[in-house]
Every structure is written in structure tokens, then in C-alpha cells.
């Protein structure tokens, strides 16, 4: 955690472009792949958490399979981490917190319970997002029960470090019990 944590602080004091960016890949109940982009919400002991609704594809995937990657990538800096591990959904309370934290369109647009469904007319979902912004100005506290965070907690952690010469530096740390091994991987 504290290499992945130094690493982001380089990211993000470097100015690098959306360094919190991640990519949340998960299979689907067919057991195809599929993968986004997210926002990194926070690492700490429990392990590296995003956020969803919980009937979005990712969310009904998570439920069906929780194990998911992790792929952060810094071309900048030609840097990439990969993690792979089971995946828990947090508190209602972190989720609900997650939750206010976002923008009322968001958070608007969240209560619709509609994403990546198909939009055959976009007018009514203008008309969906009206009526849900009036409700979260009417209710600033109100919370979508489906919204949450989620936890990855890694059971291997992958960094690449890229080199000119084309012999990239690779570390693979894995879990061992209560403990990590570490180990070089060929580039």
C-alpha cells in the first residue's frame, strides 16, 4: 500500500491528467469480461474502495462474482499498477457518506436507477432528472439505498515501472496469510 500510495502522490503532485482513474474490470454473469473507467475513493488497511449502484451492470456483476482488477496507469510517468481480489461493499454509512459527496446531478441521476439501461427517448430522462433534482432540493439528506461503496481487498499487486531500454521493472507482491511475498517478474 505505501509503494501504490507514493506512487498516486507522484501522480498527483506531478499534475498528471484524472490520476485517481482507475479501471474496475469484472465478468459478467455469462462469464465475460467487461471493464470501466472509475474514481478511486480511497486505499487504506481494508483495501482500495470505488463506488456504484448497486443494479448497475457492475453492481449486479459484483453481487454475482466478487472478485474483480484494478488497472491505475500513469503514462506520464510510465508507470501502471495492477491488483486483482475479492470485493465487499462497505458500510451503509461510508456509502451513504460517498453518496452526498457527489454532485446533485449525480446524485440525481443516481435515484433515476436507470444507468446503461437503454434511452429511447431523451426527453424523459431530462424530465426523470427535473423531478429527481426537485426531490434531493427538497431532501438535501436523502440517500439512494442502492448506491455503494465497495472494497477491493487485494490479493496480488502488480507494479510496472516502464524503462527506455525496454527492460521494464516488475513487481508482483501476493498475499501469504496475514503477510505479502514479494517477487521480480520478467518485462
Known amino acids: 500500500m505505501s509503494l501504490f ?50 443494479f448497475s451492470p457492475k453492481g449486479r456483476q459484483l453481487a454475482v462474482h466478487p472478485r474483480a482488477a484494478l488497472t491505475f496507469y500513469w503514462p506520464e510517468h510510465g508507470r ?24 446533485a446531478t449525480a446524485r440525481a441521476e443516481s435515484l433515476s436507477g436507470r444507468q446503461s439501461q437503454y434511452l429511447t ?12 433534482l426537485a426531490l434531493i432540493d427538497k431532501e438535501p439528506s436523502l440517500v439512494d439505498p442502492a448506491w455503494t461503496r465497495y472494497t477491493l481487498a487485494p490479493a496480488e499487486v502488480e507494479f510496472w515501472q516502464a524503462a527506455k ?22 518485462s
Open 121 to 132: 427517448d431523451t426527453a424523459e430522462r431530462d424530465h426523470a432528472l427535473v423531478e429527481s
Open 5 to 54: 500510495l507514493s506512487w498516486l502522490s507522484e501522480a498527483v503532485t506531478g499534475g498528471l491528467r484524472d490520476p485517481h482513474a482507475m479501471v474496475l474490470s469484472t465478468v459478467d454473469e455469462a462469464g465475460d469480461p467487461d471493464a470501466r473507467v472509475l474514481i478511486l475513493k480511497g486505499v487504506d488497511a481494508s483495501g482500495w474502495q470505488f463506488a456504484g449502484h448497486g
Open 80 to 103: 501502471q499498477v495492477r491488483l486483482r481480489g475479492t470485493v465487499a461493499p462497505c458500510s451503509a454509512h461510508d456509502s451513504a457518506a460517498d453518496f452526498l459527496d457527489r454532485s
Open 165 to 186: 531500454s525496454r527492460v521494464h521493472t516488475r513487481l508482483r507482491y501476493e498475499r501469504a496469510g496475514d503477510s505479502w511475498q514479494r517477487f521480480r517478474l520478467w
